[in-house]
């Protein structure tokens, strides 16, 4: 004859049934959201969920304040300009450029409401924890 199984032990079949159900809802790769509020206190809504800063993580690029430096060398000149009284030394004339720049770049815009962005769900990651990527748009 059968034996009924306890009490503890239904229970934990069925909380082992309803973790499976519930992992098989949970990304597995990057998928795309939508901007409800903008940073720095962001809400993105994704697959029926709302990602705040307490669940998500976000690129710093996507952030007023974000700086960078770019460094390089110019090889170029200015337009040809005349100039002066029309006596032959202010004919039309150009200057040549040959500099390294260094510039830093300090972006003063954050993403917006409508914006669509890249999301890709951390594995591993105690909870469900996420990190905000990119803006992303779709070319019709």
Same mark, same amino acid.
């Given at each position: 004859? #059968?034996? @009924?199984?306890?009490?503890?032990?239904?229970?934990?079949? @069925?909380?082992?049934?309803?973790?499976?159900?519930?992992?098989?809802?949970?990304?597995?790769?990057?998928?795309?959201?939508?901007?409800?509020?903008?940073?720095?206190?962001?809400?993105?809504?994704?697959?029926?969920?709302?990602?705040?800063?307490?669940? #998500?993580? @976000?690129?710093?690029?996507?952030?007023?304040?974000?700086?960078?430096? #770019?460094?390089?060398?110019?090889?170029?000149?200015?337009?040809?300009?005349? +100039?002066?009284?029309?006596?032959?030394?202010?004919?039309?004339?150009?200057?040549?450029?040959?500099?390294?720049?260094?510039?830093?770049? @300090?972006?003063?815009?954050?993403?917006?409401?409508?914006?669509?962005?890249?999301?890709?769900?951390?594995? +591993? #990651?105690?909870?469900?924890?996420?990190?905000?990527?990119?803006?992303?748009?779709?070319?019709?």
């Amino acid at each position: 004859m #059968a034996q @009924i199984p306890s009490a503890e032990s239904s229970v934990e079949k @069925i909380v082992d049934i309803m973790h499976s159900v519930a992992q098989s809802y949970v990304p597995r790769s990057a998928f795309i959201g939508i901007v409800k509020k903008p940073p720095p206190n962001f809400v993105i809504k994704a697959n029926n969920i709302e990602l705040t800063p307490e669940n #998500a993580y @976000i690129s710093k690029r996507l952030l007023v304040g974000y700086e960078r430096t #770019a460094r390089g060398h110019l090889v170029s000149a200015t337009q040809n300009k005349s +100039g002066g009284s029309g006596d032959n030394s202010y004919e039309s004339h150009n200057h040549s450029i040959d500099n390294d720049y260094t510039e830093n770049f @300090i972006y003063t815009d954050t993403l917006k409401v409508g914006d669509w962005v890249s999301i890709l769900p951390c594995e +591993g #990651a105690e909870g469900q924890l996420y990190i905000i990527n990119e803006e992303v748009v779709k070319l019709e």
